[in-house]
């Protein structure tokens, strides 16, 4: 049996990623595709607990303990659900993956992106994504976006600002670094087109 394949969905709050992932997993269906979507941090019971606490604003985490957090709840995801799948077949498709803690806690953070692709590449045995949809949009655009969510502000996204213009340079960086596996598509235009870009950057996949 052929290995699965990994596709991960990244870029800054608001730029859509759940929105891309609902539709690009039903794409996969509809092509007969068996298809995993999941969501980071999240998907299994130990990561849906550590969600709780590192998106509560009522909580103040250091720096070094995010990063272990998000870590942890990968490593579990990967272990309990991702692996599994990719080793039957599945395709596995993961909103959010390690680029997020590169950019969020590496850059956003300031801990440095090579000491936390240290702690991911432990945590997830060094698994990669196959293709990373990375999904770019202004971080003046994705605030906008996020404040007109029904929700209260989580954890992360009460952060100023330069928070995320770190974050989304460091997505930027990140691309220019892996070109073959990274795929850069404007997430500023109609859910239609983004799904359309995003089915053409993983057709060599399929």
Request: proline share 4%.
């Amino acid at each position: 049996m052929a290995r699965g394949r990994l596709i991960t969905i990244e870029g800054i709050d608001g730029a859509g990623k759940s929105t891309l992932a609902g539709a690009l997993h039903d794409a996969l269906l509809a092509r007969g595709l068996d298809v995993l979507a999941l969501r980071e941090p999240g998907g299994v019971g130990v990561a849906e607990r550590i969600r709780v606490l590192v998106k509560d604003p009522a909580l103040e985490i250091a720096p070094r303990t995010e990063a272990l957090l998000y870590a942890a709840s990968r490593a579990q995801l990967v272990a309990e659900v991702v692996e599994p799948a990719l080793a039957a077949g599945r395709f596995v498709l993961l909103d959010r993956y390690v680029d997020s803690s590169l950019a969020y806690q590496g850059a956003g953070r300031g801990l440095g992106v090579a000491a936390v692709a240290a702690v991911n590449a432990f945590g997830t045995g060094g698994l990669a994504a196959d293709r990373t949809l990375l999904l770019a949009i202004d971080p003046a655009a994705g605030r906008a976006r996020r404040g007109g969510r029904d929700h209260a502000p989580d954890r992360l996204e009460r952060e100023a600002d330069p928070f995320f213009v770190a974050i989304a340079e460091a997505y930027a960086e990140l691309a220019l670094s892996e070109p073959g596996r990274v795929r850069v598509i404007d997430a500023s235009g109609a859910p239609e087109r983004v799904l359309a870009e995003a089915l053409e950057a993983i057709a060599d996949l399929l």
